[in-house]
């Protein structure tokens, strides 16, 4: 397991205060604010571990407030709000400085069998068939040096051209990466749910960029998550390859809209996420 791995998990063990009140740290490391990601995943740890473990999460709706505050613990707080004979409901609000920051509302199911089908996944390359990151950014290199030296909880491998790559050529607003968390995963579902949530605000909204010839390391956009929604239709593995497929349909506003599907190398879907972020010129 790669140490930039080991610290995401690390971080979404949190740690329980009072019932239901839990408390998260933020990776010591140069941000402006936290990373949206991470706050989602921490949330739905802290809403998981009120649940019955034998319910999965089926879908969770979530804000982003105000920034996060890197160098403070995080409050997590939860609301129980229902517990029936299959679904649970909870309410999980993180707070610093005695202010909200995020708000995620979550659904969890116990499973059971129904009528399944789904569109099918794109035809792509295998994950093999395609350069690792540093590959495929090698020749902008000198631009993204800082980010690259980055240490990444997943292995990022692009599909399409990645998006510096794309300011000259098509700009159709659509990107498929594959992912993988760097190391295995203890057997825990919610806990492999955390990390396709926390894997899940990592490049969705870049995709609504695409379109405008623009990258977030032109500096001349400012960018930020607003809400987050996800529904989780089927068990998979984080760290097992699986393709995020994504897509911008609108953008207007200052803000922008984006798709994504989630499949795992079977071709099943595991889950959709829709996001809207605020995208702005820098003045």
Same mark, same amino acid.
């Given at each position: ?12 063990? %949190? ?8 408390? !998260? ?9 936290? *990373? ?23 879908? %969770? ?6 920034? !996060? ?5 995080? =409050? ?10 299959? *679904?649970?409901?909870?309410? #999980?609000?993180?707070?610093? +400085? ?9 659904? *969890? ?7 399944? +089908? ?30 690259? /030296?980055?240490?990444?909880?997943? @292995? $990022? ?5 990645? &998006? %510096? ?7 159709? &607003?659509?990107?498929?990466?594959? =992912? ?5 995963? &203890?057997? /825990?579902?919610?806990? +492999? ?7 899940? @605000?990592?490049?969705? =909204?870049?995709?609504?960029? $695409?379109? +405008? ?24 593995? #984080? @760290?097992?390859?699986?393709?995020? @497929?994504?897509?911008? &349909? ?5 803000? !922008? ?19 809207? !972020? ?6």
């Amino acid at each position: 397991m790669s140490e930039a791995l080991e610290a995401v998990l690390d971080l979404l063990d %949190l740690e329980p205060i009072e019932v239901n009140i839990f408390r !998260g740290q933020s990776p010591k490391e140069d941000r402006q604010r936290v *990373f949206g990601g991470q706050v989602a995943a921490q949330a739905l740890v802290a809403a998981g571990r009120t649940v019955e473990r034998d319910r999965r999460v089926h879908s %969770l709706h979530a804000y982003f407030i105000r920034p !996060g505050d890197p160098n403070t613990p995080i =409050l997590y707080e939860v609301e129980r709000i229902r517990d029936g004979g299959s *679904f649970s409901t909870r309410r #999980a609000i993180a707070i610093q +400085h005695g202010r909200a920051i995020f708000a995620l509302s979550a659904s *969890f199911q116990v499973p059971e069998e129904g009528l399944e +089908h789904q569109l099918s996944m794109p035809e792509v390359p295998d994950p093999s068939a395609v350069g690792t990151l540093e590959q495929q950014l090698e020749p902008w290199s000198s631009q993204v040096r800082e980010w690259l /030296d980055r240490p990444r909880p997943f @292995d $990022i491998r692009f599909v399409t051209l990645p &998006p %510096l790559a794309r300011a000259e050529g098509s700009r159709e &607003p659509v990107q498929r990466i594959w =992912l993988r968390a760097d190391g295995n995963v &203890p057997d /825990d579902p919610l806990l +492999h749910a955390c990390l396709f949530a926390y894997a899940s @605000d990592m490049t969705l =909204l870049d995709t609504a960029l $695409i379109p +405008h010839g623009l990258t977030w390391f032109d500096g001349t956009i400012f960018g930020a998550s607003l809400d987050h929604a996800m529904w989780f239709h089927r068990e998979g593995r #984080a @760290d097992q390859w699986f393709l995020y @497929d994504t897509v911008s &349909p609108t953008s207007q506003q200052g803000r !922008g809209l984006a798709e994504g599907a989630m499949y795992d190398q079977a071709g099943r879907r595991l889950l959709t996420v829709i996001q809207e !972020g605020l995208i702005r010129r820098v003045r």
